[in-house]
């Protein structure tokens, strides 16, 4: 086995997803966040899908313990220092994640692993903020996390070949499949995707069909196994305008233009699953 310690920092529904697959694989998990209730929200997350494949008769409730046993959490970034590879799912923040970065930088040992989960941001910045860009590479995961097949892995500008290595295996032992990806803005499931979501937002402020027909259309009529806008509302309306958002800086072309709806629901707190309602209502289910 390439590792057999990970730390996660961020216990969100990525970070949380990614410590779930990571325990079920036998790995030794260190799950971090700031505050006591991210991580409970994140324990209670795993616990639901856990119960749900117990239910289903995938997995015994003496998996369901191992698994669970796997996990140690913490308040404290230091609690990851001896962690082989560490991989932060926090805020899509560029200032933020160096911040953290600096700090894992100078917590871990020299020889961990540090990766970003970042949705499309620049790893060679993220990188250089460490102190230790040679061993910093991105590790992006989908969402559901447990459900998606994929991680794209992307090296910066100072990644070393023995670093991406390590993140294609870790991705396998975890039970994804990795693909090796250049530093772009938004890599390639993003670069193709979320210009479709952002369409579908336009679609949607423009009054072409109500929410449910644009999402029936795109589910009946080109086999999406789920509809545009429910889709804006499971990545998060306020990741996916930051993710918008800096395509549109980056790649200065107009396609990229972030469509109202997504700034008006971000503005009324409507980040979609999360918080209960986005384009969807998802307090009455
Ligand atoms: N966590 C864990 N498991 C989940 C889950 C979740 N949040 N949601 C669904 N599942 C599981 C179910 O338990 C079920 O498992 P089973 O096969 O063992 O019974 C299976 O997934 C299918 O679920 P459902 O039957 O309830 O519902 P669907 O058939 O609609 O599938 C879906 C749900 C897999 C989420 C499907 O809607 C889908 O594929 N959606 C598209 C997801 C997608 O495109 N994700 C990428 C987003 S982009 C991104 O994340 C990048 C970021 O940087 C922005």
Redesign the pocket.
């Given at each position: 086995m390439a590792i057999s310690k990970l730390g996660v920092l961020g216990a969100g529904a990525m970070g949380a997803g990614i410590a779930q697959i990571s325990a079920q694989a036998g790995l030794k998990v260190v799950l971090v966040d700031i505050d006591q209730k991210f991580v409970d929200r994140g324990l209670q997350t795993m616990n639901k899908?856990w119960e749900?494949d117990a239910s289903?008769g995938?997995i015994t409730q003496e998996d369901k313990e191992r698994f669970l046993g796997n996990i140690q959490t913490s308040l404290d970034k230091s609690a990851l220092k001896d962690c082989e590879l560490v991989i932060e799912a926090i805020i899509e923040n560029i200032d933020i994640k160096k911040q953290a970065f600096r700090e894992l930088g100078e917590i871990c040992s020299p020889s961990t692993v540090l990766a970003t989960n970042t949705?499309g941001l620049s790893i060679t910045e993220i990188g250089a903020a460490s102190g230790r860009p040679d061993r910093v590479v991105g590790m992006?995961f989908?969402?559901?996390v447990?459900?998606?097949r994929l991680v794209e892995v992307i090296p910066g500008e100072e990644t070393t070949e023995e670093t991406v290595e390590l993140a294609m295996e870790v991705s396998r032992i975890i039970g994804k499949t990795p693909i090796r990806a250049k530093e772009a803005p938004g890599f390639i499931?993003?670069r193709l995707?979320v210009p479709y979501l952002n369409d579908a937002a336009h679609a949607y402020q423009e009054g072409v069909a109500s929410a449910e027909d644009i999402d029936l259309a795109m589910k009946l009529g080109a086999n999406m196994?789920?509809g545009p806008l429910a889709?804006c509302d499971?990545?998060g309306i306020d990741?996916?305008l930051m993710?918008v958002e800096h395509f549109y800086k980056e790649f200065g072309d107009p396609k990229f233009r972030p469509a109202l709806a997504l700034k008006q629901k971000v503005r009324a707190g409507h980040f979609g699953v999360k918080t209960g309602k986005g384009f969807f209502d998802y307090t009455k289910k």
């Open positions: 899908n749900k289903k995938k949705s992006h989908f969402n559901p447990p459900v998606m499931v993003n995707l196994p789920i889709l499971l990545v990741v996916l993710v």
